[in-house]
């Protein structure tokens, strides 16, 4: 070890290190295992421990946080940093890829598709997002957003046989690619204006070159084209019905649950640390991001029979919401941000695996008639999938309220009140749309209907995700404890 | 008297490389067959490393070469090749949006000329570098060697991570189904 | 104590759901044993009350969600007394009264009963403000479920059309909350939805009245005040006969409620301001003859019973804003007349939709030489609603009108108008439906009212005659908070 | 002992609406009779004590309003009227019901009604009274509407409630005025009511008070109730309940006296309904509606005479009227028995013979209401016109009117006793004396319509304590005489006159009320109900009083914009709302071509607004 | 004189060229050329801003730009022969099953 890679610089990519050591392990296996039954179960069994032994180093890394009193740890000269916010962030992928690792096993079987490339890609993938809410480099973070990225286009298009997945891994790449692009002119007018790649030298150079000013702007709307695309805000969202609805949907869950929280972790550090001083600018692009977000996806979900796009659309709409958060910038919108995507994770993973469950492999189903009469059918499922609806849409005890209530507190905390009651308005829209899949499932006396792709991997996820969505709404104590960045060392 | 002369012989590159990598550029995306735009988009990346060379990054002027012109458009002919394009090369070439696009490129481009230059005033661009002590105390090579494999080491393992995926990626992809 | 009787029905619900779905006599003696239970310990807590005391009683106050300062706080005064003892006692008719009526999934059926009933329940002992909002949107989603599923023809638009109504109100009161919930760590430097802390706030004049519209947006679509009240016939006439007997008996009475206990203790100079009152008495004074006059022309049975609770609840709300005691008094004992009496009424537009399946007020006529009783139960509830004296409607009315008189008398000459006009409709009704002759075959030969039903009517009766032949407990109870309110309003 | 006294009939009701059902006749006789007769025979008694209050429980806390009964002159005297009569009317009843299958629930009802109007006149404040009003007013309702099973029978009903809750509204008002006034509705703290306030409550008190008693514009209803059974009709619309009007005001005189001018429009109200409904009684043949429009006159007679301020005058005139009216309606009761069911005059005659008990005692009642000497009316109705001539309050005017009125009085009794009793006629049945216990109380009726008047000046003794003193000077004796003798005169004339039938379009016009009925009719219920334009129409042609139509189309166009507000500005605001969000959710999903560069040049198009944002400003 | 304006200048004329073939060319091949001229433009950014600080931190950043490109085009000409395996269209506006 020399100076450049330290102890301390090993303990903070320990995870990282984990999720591609693991990653490389469950190729190689594949590679040299045969492609037996008896053997791909061993590729989840790698996976999940890949997943633990990341889980424990996250853990060591909290706890040392917690016994240092340190608010947070630099490594590699300051490109990485290891805070609340990294860990929270990583904590979230870690559950997504954890519930997505389980349930696509079935889906693997079913469909065909090699398991140790998904596998992997699903570790690679991950790792990528680490670098994203640990980098504070302008490099590590557009490589590792990079990483995930690619490891996402080839994870969308991975049912190779069905033209919808191509479709959607090509839009995904092409937009993806393009959107890149701009994010990395924007990343490289920062580099111009401070002759430097940290975030640290980079917030010092613009917050030298005043407010209102343009270089900075052209830096902020290039990077903000990259960013918004990532967490599917409008103008930029166009790739997420289309991608989501032709990606397998353990997929789907995962890039709306983890890449979308990515870049998140990335849009606050980035206008946070880089652009905190240039607030000004970037506020009323996320104003206008998120009304727009807020506006189109909920109306456009309105009309939609496909429960996956309706999901997606309404996946922009949360984007809106949690743009909201940022809008208001302060710690309770971050908070707000952090328990946003808290409960989105599981009440969107959920929904996606509801999908995911009536899904028959050759056929298609996931129309909003899919679900007619499911509680005849399935209670257990149909009141889960009543519980994912409820707190998408936001109403209490459930945890989606929870979400939407950090919004509307950080709003009004600082003074957007028209934004808020926008924001509020836009629930009881948003109501309407989920609730026509809740009458579809309990009203609609249609019996029949193939049974369920149920397995035991799917229904300990989606029970998963439907406990927490209902124990966060009723006792989120412990979760807010948890997304408290700020403050003392706790 | 030399120094004029040698910052004229610079801009008298930098033009013909400015050209070289915007007109292939152009021709890349207004030529019919596939592999003409292949051909010009050599043209304009071997324009770009004549810019990376004037800017003395010699080792990227290097890597361009070998790595984008040898490697990556070696790839695409590949595909050319593979994918047939004498079918699409019959079609129309541009879809029925060009000119909305155009109009917005040219707004954009309008407005970041604007920005620019009202930022570039207070940004020293304009002039040109002052200091290449840096550059000239080493070869360019070794420097980039020594920070890329110190400072920039992390990123250097997640790229190779990131090639590994898209190996596995591409092969994935292109490969025949295996049942 | 309080908790008790909150969570008895959700105790009821959660061992009801381990009864296998297809014992559905087992299922519906089970709720009714929840829904009776649930009343029982209701009326514990009317014997642990103590009228004399200032203040909330029987608190329980348990930190919640400590980093938003919010509390599981719950408490009672009277007039959340007298607003529990309500519902959980409408809760147990409105089960009782589905026995026959409900015949296709009856699990789902009482599992909502009792899961709504808690929801209502827990909307008047929070002393909380998020904790009220919790379960104010509690309430919904199983009420969507029961207007929705065993609803009439258009259920499902009279479903949703209540559920954006209110949601969308309540969202914006919430907003009025978190101003609150602001101000409150600015003056106080912690964060607290305890409503009795809140009360200690110094707002400026203009911030009270944003924060009042907004908690009016919310509280007025739930009464409903003038001009939302267009989801409550819908919901009404397609609510099945329990669902409409909650709706019209206890959930109104949230719209009311949050007006006392949050309108006014909150936002005293607000609420006292002269053109907010004079707003909320002219908004209250159309509901009451609008309300009136609609149910004039209404040929829809339910519809009229609907209509006329707009026009009751006006009342309410005129009470409320006359802003001295007997007007809040009054206020409060009106909502537990309408209770009674509308909930009486719903009643038997559902004994008789469960005989003839129509509420077409053409397809009846003559019943009362068919069923007497009913007829008398009928006339009951007629004249329950329509506030003759020594039942229980008068005392409110009368009350109300003492309160409004006092302020403005025009607005109690007006509001009188719409006592006759009660009269007319009700009479109207009755004349058309029960009297005359047997005009139509299919009602000849009606059963008359069975032991079943005479039992959900009969506390009802019981009750208008206590509160309008002996209303001074209910006054005395009342008297204490009633007072602390007015005093806030009028300092 | 006195909380006895409304608490028979109570329990009786009770009883009887309980369990009568299971009851043999026998048994509700002795229960709902015995109930009545026990009650009276309490309030002898009691009226004997004198004055004397009596707190039961705290009723109304925050107006003040204990349940109380308060006994003093005035209303032991009711007492006594209410119970006496009541007591008779029942005894009648187990005649004139013995066939009904409802026997148990009429006599339940009549009990219930005699409860109520006990409580009316016993209570010591305003909001008790007000108990007793409304209650009255269900039993009315219920009796007019006993025969439920006919139409008409329910539509007067119906229609006797909303009018009074028409004049019940005034009543709640002025109990507000009174209470706010005064902070309490206590009789005793009538007078604390300040002098701005007592008008208005006055005024407010007596407009409920039209509508109980039948008065100007709120006459209406009482010629309806006649569907009611006859004996309903002599209790409650004749003898009783309908002269709750006249004990409110005498009542609360106080607030009267306090403001002459609402004493004036009594006054005018009085004689204009007395003359209005004598001359649509002039051309009625129903038996029954004859004897109503009468009540509604002789009722008017007693608000001239409350108008005048002799207050004590009317409550005499509502005594002698209580027999002789009682009796009127039972005789015609027994006709109607006696026929099988006749009601219209036209058909009948000849009745003399056939039931000559029944004859013998409506002749005393005609003579009575027509003003003979010697009988209780002409005293009353003596009194009335004399004090009308002579009080401070009074005028010529009034005093012509009631003239007039008297004159009419003969002239549709006389027309009633011809065409009943004395010309020829045939029946389809053979008309028979009805039984002894229907003309038992007739006799005895007869003997109190007889001899009721002459204790006057024991009345005016009496009721002293309760009134102000009169201002009135003494007239002069000649004037008294003459008074007497145009009274005589007018009453002879008119019998004089009765053999000649009213002809032409004035006959046409008395016969439909003046139309004043069919107004309301048509604008109340008819508009209401049907919105029938065509009939608004023609009626909006003929009445005069076009102010109430306007209220009746106001009332039916509030309805309809109510409506109309309703589903297409309140609800369609929301529709278009609900509409355009729907609508728009195409074109925003529309954006979504599916083509990957056009979403890739929304990318460019979000750039350039991004930029031109920061461009421009 | 030739400054770092003028090779900016050129990075933003190669970027809005890229741009440009992205928006309308309907051959997806060409589009994946497009973007790598558009990688190209951030390049010669970066090293024009390398040279201007007189530091290589441009030219290393230049290089993972490199690779990035180097990895899309890999993957998406991968994605682009599983497409033409299933569709037979290599036209980006062919690509429209998912829509609405």
């Known amino acids: ?490 | 008297m030399a120094n004029i002369s040698i910052s004229n012989l610079d801009a008298v590159f930098f033009y013909a490389f400015a050209l070289l990598a915007v007109g292939g550029a152009i021709f890349t995306i207004t030529r019919r067959s596939a592999v003409h735009s292949a051909v010009s988009l050599i043209v304009s990346l071997l324009g770009v490393a004549g810019l990376y060379l004037l800017q003395r990054a010699e080792f990227l002027f290097a890597v361009q070469i070998v790595l984008y012109v040898g490697g990556i458009m070696l790839l695409f002919l590949f595909v050319i090749m593979l994918v047939n394009l004498d079918e699409a090369a019959r079609q129309r070439q541009f879809n029925g949006q060009w000119w909305i696009a155009l109009a917005c490129l040219l707004g954009v481009a309008a407005e970041a000329f604007l920005l620019m230059r009202r930022g570039a005033s207070s940004l020293p661009w304009s002039h040109p570098a002052s200091v290449d002590a840096a550059t000239t105390k080493t070869g360019n090579t070794e420097q980039i060697a020594d920070i890329l494999f110190s400072e920039y080491l992390l990123p250097f393992e997640v790229v190779s991570l990131l090639l590994l995926v898209a190996v596995i990626g591409s092969v994935f992809m292109a490969r025949k189904r295996a049942e | 104590m309080i908790s008790l009787v909150l969570f008895t029905p959700l105790f009821a619900t959660i061992l009801l759901l381990f009864i296998p779905a297809s014992r559905t006599a087992w299922i519906r003696a089970w709720a009714n044993a929840g829904g009776i239970a649930g009343f029982l310990a209701s009326l514990l807590l009317l014997q642990r009350f103590d009228r004399n005391a200032p203040g909330f009683q029987l608190v329980e106050k348990y930190e919640w969600i400590p980093s938003l300062g919010v509390k599981y706080f719950v408490g009672i005064d009277g007039i959340s007394l007298l607003l529990v003892l309500l519902t959980t006692l409408i809760g147990a008719i409105a089960i009782l009264s589905s026995w026959n009526a409900i015949e296709s999934r009856v699990k789902e059926y009482y599992t909502i009963l009792l899961v709504l009933q808690t929801g209502m329940i827990g909307v008047f002992v929070s002393l909380d403000f998020f904790l009220f909002f919790v379960f104010w949107e509690v309430v919904l989603v199983p009420m969507y479920f029961l207007i929705s599923i065993w609803g009439g023809p258009r259920k499902l638009y009279a479903a949703i059309k209540f559920f954006l109504y209110t949601l969308t109100g309540s969202v914006l009161m919430l907003l009025g909350g978190l101003v609150l919930y602001f101000q409150y760590y600015k003056q106080f430097g912690f964060y607290t939805f305890d409503i009795t802390e809140l009360m200690k706030l110094q707002l400026t004049p203009g911030m009270e009245q944003w924060v009042f519209w907004l908690f009016f947006l919310g509280f007025a679509v739930k009464v409903p005040m003038f001009p939302f009240h267009t989801w409550l016939p819908d919901a009404h006439v397609e609510a099945p006969t329990a669902g409409s007997v909650i709706l019209a008996s206890v959930m109104l009475k949230m719209g009311t409620y949050g007006f006392i206990r949050f309108s006014l203790p909150l936002l005293p100079k607000a609420s006292a301001t002269p053109v907010i009152v004079q707003i909320m008495a002219v908004l209250s004074i159309i509901a009451i003859l609008y309300g009136a006059l609609v149910s004039l022309m209404q040929k829809d049975w339910k519809k009229l019973v609907a209509y006329s609770s707009v026009s009751h609840l006006g009342f309410c709300t005129l009470g409320i804003f006359a802003l001295n005691q007997p007007g809040i008094a009054g206020s409060v004992l009106q909502q537990i007349n309408h209770g009674i009496s509308t909930g009486m009424l719903f009643l038997i537009v559902g004994v008789m939709y469960e005989r003839r399946h129509t509420r077409e007020i053409a397809e009846y006529g003559g019943l009362a030489a068919v069923m007497p009783n009913y007829a008398v139960v009928f006339a009951f509830a007629m004249f329950s609603s329509a506030g003759l004296p020594l039942l229980n409607g008068f005392i409110g009315e009368f009350t109300i009108l003492q309160g409004a008189y006092a302020v403005n008398p025009v607005w109690a000459a007006l509001a009188v108008l719409g006592i006759v006009l009660g009269a007319a409709y009700l009479l109207w009704l009755y004349q058309r439906t029960m009297l005359g002759d047997v005009t139509n075959p299919l009602n000849a030969g009606l059963r008359d009212l069975s032991v079943r039903e005479w039992v959900t009517f009969l506390p009802l009766i019981a009750w208008a005659l206590w509160i309008g032949l002996y209303p001074k407990p209910f006054f005395a109870i009342l008297e204490q908070p009633v007072t602390a309110i007015v005093q806030r309003v009028h300092p | 002992m006195v909380e006895l006294i409304p608490l028979f009939p109570l329990m009786g009701a009770l009883l009887m609406l309980l369990f009568g059902r299971r009851l043999p006749k026998t048994g509700v006789n002795i229960v709902c009779v015995g109930a009545v007769l026990a009650s009276f025979a309490v309030s002898l008694p009691t009226a004997a004590q004198g004055p004397q209050e009596r707190i039961l429980f705290e009723w109304l806390p925050l107006a003040h309003a204990d349940w109380a009964y308060a006994i003093d002159p005035l209303s032991s005297l009711m007492i006594l009227i209410v119970t006496g009569i009541s007591s008779v009317i029942h005894v009648y009843s187990i005649g004139y019901m013995a066939d009904d299958r409802g026997y148990y629930r009429f006599f339940g009802y009549l009990n219930l009604f005699v409860f109520f109007m006990l409580l009316l006149v016993m209570a010591n404040n305003l909001a008790l009274l007000f108990v007793g009003w409304e209650g009255v007013g269900l039993c009315s309702y219920l009796l007019i509407g006993f025969y439920f099973k006919r139409q008409p029978a329910g539509f007067a009903g119906m229609k006797a409630f909303v009018v009074n809750r028409v004049g019940d509204a005034a009543f709640l008002l002025g109990m507000l005025v009174v209470l706010a006034g005064a902070g309490s509705v206590r009789f005793a703290d009538l007078s604390q009511v300040p002098a701005g306030l007592a008008p208005l409550a006055a005024l407010l008190l007596f407009i409920g008070a039209t509508g109980k008693s039948a008065q100007f514009p709120l006459h209406v209803w009482l010629p309806d109730a006649m569907e009611g059974p006859t004996p309903v009709s002599a209790l409650i619309h004749a003898a009783t309940m309908v002269t709750a009007g006249v004990y409110l005001v005498a009542r609360t005189n106080v607030l009267f006296t306090a403001s002459p001018e609402v004493l004036a429009i009594v006054a005018i109200v009085g004689a204009f309904t007395a003359i209005l409904a004598a001359s649509i009684a002039l051309v009625q043949n129903d038996i029954k509606r004859v004897l109503a429009y009468s009540t509604v006159s002789q009722l008017g007679f007693m608000f001239m005479a409350l108008g005048v301020g002799a207050y004590w005058v009317a409550i005499f005139h509502l005594f002698t009227h209580a027999f002789f009216k009682a009796l009127l309606f039972l005789g015609a009761g027994s006709v109607i028995h006696g026929t099988g069911g006749e009601q219209d005059m036209r058909k009948m005659g000849g009745l003399r013979k056939a039931m000559p008990v029944t004859h013998a005692a409506m002749l005393v009642g005609a003579l009575a209401i027509s003003g003979i000497p010697g009988l209780a009316g002409f005293f009353s109705k003596d009194e009335i016109l004399s004090h009308v001539y002579h009080s401070p309050h009074g005028s010529t005017a009034i005093y012509s009117v009631g003239l007039a009125t008297a004159l009419m009085t003969a002239f549709y009794m006389w027309r009633l006793m011809t065409m009943t009793f004395y010309r020829e006629g045939s029946y389809a049945v053979h008309p028979h004396e009805s039984p002894r216990v229907m003309t038992a109380p007739l006799v005895i009726l007869a003997i109190g319509s007889a001899l009721a008047g002459y204790p006057h000046e024991n009345f005016r003794a009496w009721l002293a304590p309760v009134f102000p003193s009169e201002a009135a000077a003494h007239p002069a004796p000649g004037t008294e005489w003459i008074l007497m003798g145009l009274a005589l005169a007018a009453a002879l004339l008119g019998i004089l006159l009765s053999r000649f039938e009213i002809k032409g379009q004035l006959a046409s016009v008395l016969r439909h009320n003046w139309y004043v009925d069919e107004a309301y009719n048509s604008v109340f219920v008819e508009g209401l109900a049907k919105g029938g334009g065509a009939m608004l129409g023609r009626f909006d042609a003929r009445v005069v009083d076009g102010g109430v139509n306007g209220a009746g189309w106001l009332a039916r166009m509030l309805s309809q914009i109510s409506i109309f507000w309703d589903t297409w500005v309140v609800d369609g605001l929301v529709r278009f709302v609900s509409f355009t969000v729907g609508v728009l959710s195409y074109p925003a999903r529309i954006l979504q071509s599916g083509r990957v560069q056009t979403y890739a040049l929304y990318f460019v198009f979000g750039a350039l607004l991004m930029l031109g944002v920061y461009v421009t400003r | 004189m030739i400054t770092t304006t003028h090779y900016v200048v050129v990075s933003a004329a190669l970027f809005l060229i890229g741009a440009m073939g992205v928006l309308t060319r309907r051959n997806i091949v060409i589009i994946l050329m497009s973007i790598e001229l558009i990688l190209n433009a951030v390049n010669i950014n970066l090293i024009a801003f390398s040279r201007y600080y007189g530091d290589v931190k441009g030219q290393i950043f230049a290089i993972f730009v490199i690779a990035i490109a180097v990895a899309e085009a890999a993957v998406g000409l991968g994605i682009l022969i599983a497409l033409f395996r299933n569709k037979g269209t290599v036209l980006a506006d062919e690509v429209d099953l998912l829509k609405w």
């Not at chain 1, 999940?48 to 040392?64: E, I, K, M, N, P």
């Not at chain 1, 286009?153 to 991975?158: A, D, K, P, Q």
């Not at chain 1, 007018?189 to 002759?195: E, F, Q, R, V």
């Not at chain 1, 980079?202 to 917050?207: D, G, L």
């Open chain 1, 1 to 490: 070890m020399n100076q450049w890679y330290t102890a301390k610089d090993h303990f903070a990519l320990l995870p990282a290190l984990m999720l591609a050591l693991f990653g490389c392990a469950v190729l190689l296996f594949d590679f040299l295992a045969s492609r037996e039954q008896r053997h791909r179960k061993w590729l989840l069994v790698l996976t999940l421990a890949a997943l633990v032994f990341t889980g424990a180093s996250l853990f060591r890394q909290q706890t040392w946080l917690a016994s240092q009193g340190a608010a947070e740890l630099t490594a590699f000269q300051g490109s990485l940093v290891i805070d609340r916010l990294a860990l929270f962030f990583n904590w979230i992928f870690l559950i997504a890829a954890a519930i997505v690792a389980v349930v696509s096993y079935r889906f693997l079987l079913t469909s065909g598709e090699p398991m140790g490339e998904y596998y992997g890609l699903l570790l690679f993938a991950q790792a990528g997002m680490f670098f994203l809410a640990t980098g504070v480099d302008l490099i590590i973070v557009a490589v590792g957003l990079e990483l995930m990225a690619v490891s996402f286009y080839i994870l969308v298009g991975f049912s190779r046989g069905e033209k919808r997945s191509n479709e959607a891994a090509i839009k995904y790449l092409l937009l993806g690619a393009f959107s890149s692009g701009f994010l990395l002119y924007g990343f490289s007018l920062l580099y111009g204006l401070s002759g430097s790649t940290k975030f640290a030298d980079i917030a010092s150079a613009v917050t030298d070159r005043g407010v209102f000013d343009p270089i900075v702007f052209a830096a902020l709307a290039a990077s903000a084209v990259g960013m918004l695309f990532k967490i599917s805000a409008v103008p930029f969202h166009m790739w997420a019905p289309d991608a989501y609805e032709g990606a397998p949907t353990p997929v789907t869950a995962y890039l709306s649950v983890a890449s979308k929280a990515a870049a998140f972790a990335l849009l606050i550090r980035l206008l946070l640390g880089p652009f905190g001083s240039a607030r000004a600018l970037w506020e009323p692009i996320l104003i206008v991001a998120a009304v727009a977000s807020l506006t189109l996806g909920n109306l456009a979900a309105i009309s939609q029979s496909n429960v996956k796009r309706l999901l997606a659309y309404s996946s922009i709409s949360h984007a809106g919401y949690m743009l909201l958060g940022l809008v208001a910038g302060n710690e309770r919108g971050i908070q707000g941000i952090a328990v946003y995507v808290l409960v989105y994770t599981f009440m969107t993973l959920g929904a996606f695996l509801m999908v995911g469950a009536m899904e028959r492999h050759g056929v298609a189903a996931e129309d909003i008639d899919d679900f007619a009469g499911l509680m005849h059918r399935h209670p257990g499922y149909a009141l889960w999938m009543l519980v994912f609806l409820v707190s998408l849409a936001g109403i209490p005890p459930t945890a989606g309220f929870l979400g939407k209530y950090y919004i509307f507190l950080a709003l009004i905390e600082t003074g957007h009140y028209v934004l808020a009651v926008i924001a509020t308005l836009y629930v009881a829209v948003a109501l309407y749309y989920y609730f026509r899949i809740v009458r579809s499932m309990f009203l609609s006396d249609t019996a029949g209907g193939a049974p369920l792709l149920s397995g035991p991997g799917l229904r300990l996820a989606i029970g998963l995700s439907g406990v927490l969505t209902l124990v966060i709404g009723l006792y989120p104590e412990p979760f807010l404890q948890f997304v408290r960045f700020t403050g003392g060392g706790q």
